[in-house]
């Protein structure tokens, strides 16, 4: 069964950093992209970045780019995301989603919890 399970949230100031984990156990990276989505209270649920195989291809929405980088170990069926320079409107719980296409939310098969993140300035 594949599940998911994000990590690292937390409370940061404006600037500073966090790296948020997904371990995706049952998951075989080739099987779709992993992403990152962020959902506030509100609003619905945008991607946020994604890695696919093969190559490793990355991509980013406009507001993150610079600034988050998405990352995955193969060995730890992990996938990571710094996040620098955050911001305040970078407040969010993020999900990781795994087996998917591109920012397709409803093709992705697999979802975490999700994990708080805020930023205050």
């Known amino acids: 069964q594949v599940q998911p399970v994000e990590s690292g949230g937390g409370s940061v100031q404006a600037g500073g950093s966090l790296r948020l984990s997904c371990a995706v156990s049952?998951?075989?990276?080739?099987?779709?992209?992993v992403g990152w989505f962020r959902q506030t209270p509100g609003k619905g649920r945008e991607g946020a970045a994604i890695?696919?195989?093969?190559?490793?291809?990355?991509a980013y929405t406009d507001s993150v780019k610079g600034r988050f980088t998405i990352s995955q170990d193969d060995d730890k069926n992990t996938v990571y995301l710094q996040m620098n320079s955050l911001k305040p409107e970078d407040t969010a719980m993020y999900y990781c989603?795994?087996?998917?296409?591109?920012?397709?939310?409803?093709?992705?098969?697999?979802w975490g919890q999700g994990t708080q993140v805020t930023v205050s300035v």
């Open positions: 989603a795994a087996g998917g296409i591109s920012f397709m939310k409803a093709s992705y098969k697999y």
């Open positions: 890695i696919c195989v093969p190559g490793g291809t990355t």
């Open positions: 049952g998951f075989t990276f080739s099987r779709g992209c």
